[in-house]
């Protein structure tokens, strides 16, 4: 088994979407790390400026909010949690 591309859109609705994020990969990241079977875990990319979600079609394009990274190369809380997660991991 393994985890890919995997992304998680902030929604904008919620309270704090950035914490909803982060809790959401870092969770998935976490249940990876324990399984044995799961032999991998990737994003769908690393920045929301050229996410899977970013809408390229359209000039200039519209960023997405998906991945670890702003559209700045700026760490989110997403990047910081599975930092944190890959660190507790036996």
Not at 9 to 28: L, N, S, W, Y
Not at 36 to 64: E, L, V
């Amino acid at each position: 088994a393994r985890v890919s591309e995997m992304d998680v859109p902030i929604v904008e609705d919620e309270k704090d979407g950035r914490e909803t994020q982060a809790d959401e990969m870092a969770g998935k990241l976490r249940v990876c790390l324990e399984e044995p079977n799961c032999t991998s875990f990737s994003t769908w990319g690393f920045t929301d400026r050229y996410g899977s979600t970013a809408d390229t079609k359209i000039y200039p394009p519209r960023t997405a909010d998906s991945l670890p990274w702003d559209t700045d190369l700026r760490p989110k809380r997403a990047y910081k949690r599975l930092l944190e997660a890959l660190r507790a991991a036996p």
